[in-house]
């Protein structure tokens, strides 16, 4: 059952998705009609940016299956969702002509997130990687201004109030120590070569996109 919260902020997600993909499909427009491998992504965003996208077969891997399958409501076999096991993709070498990781790498521990990185370039003859800017002034995993620039120790006490913790199914201080935001240089140094976009909000980083792969445009 979906959460008050999820259903509060479900309308502006679908909405920035969309936006994103747009500026995706600019940037790469070889997707369209392409083999997507889709790290830790769901068959959700899947349905919401299909027409805007437009692969030709979507992969999905995930290390949870609820969110893999969240939101979807009709079957499309052109779109698959899998589980692995978040270390090794189980794909050859540049067998995907994009590799999309999406709102991710955040929750990645900070130890792994250069393998999530190699594995990312190895599978993908292009790829995206997205992940949320620490410099936008409200944590959109919780829905509170500042709280992820205050010392780690006090913003898993001030979560306890956010509009995440109170009205989701979810535990918020367990979410925010899994939830890490990357400050340009650590997504610059994990993945060299790359070319970062900023999505901008009232002139603010909101999110950060890297963009590269020898097939990227």
């Not at 077969?57 to 299956?65: G, P």
């Not at 900070?110 to 790829?127: I, P, S, T």
């Amino acid at each position: 059952m979906a959460s008050t919260w999820n259903r509060l902020i479900g309308p502006a997600q679908r909405r920035f998705r969309r936006q994103r993909a747009k500026k995706i499909r600019a940037f790469l427009p070889g997707i369209q009609g392409a083999r997507v491998i889709d790290i830790g992504g769901s068959l959700a965003f899947w349905h919401e940016v299909d027409e805007i996208l437009k692969p030709a077969r979507v992969l999905c891997y995930n290390i949870s299956d609820n969110r893999m399958k969240m939101g979807r409501e009709e079957d499309d076999p052109r779109i698959v969702a899998r589980l692995y096991d978040g270390k090794r993709i189980p794909e050859e070498d540049q067998s995907a002509d994009v590799v999309i990781c999406n709102s991710v790498i955040e929750h990645v521990p900070q130890d792994q997130r250069a393998n999530l990185a190699r594995e990312v370039m190895r599978v993908g003859k292009a790829w995206v990687v997205q992940t949320p800017s620490p410099a936008f002034p409200l944590e959109l995993h919780f829905g509170l201004p500042f709280i992820h620039w205050l010392p780690r120790s006090i913003g898993r006490q001030v979560v306890r109030v956010s509009p995440f913790h109170l009205l989701s199914n979810a535990d918020g201080p367990t979410y925010f120590d899994e939830t890490r935001l990357l400050a340009r240089r650590e997504l610059v140094d994990l993945f060299p070569g790359g070319r970062l976009i900023e999505e901008r909000v009232l002139g603010i980083p909101k999110s950060q996109l890297m963009f590269g792969g020898e097939a990227y445009v």
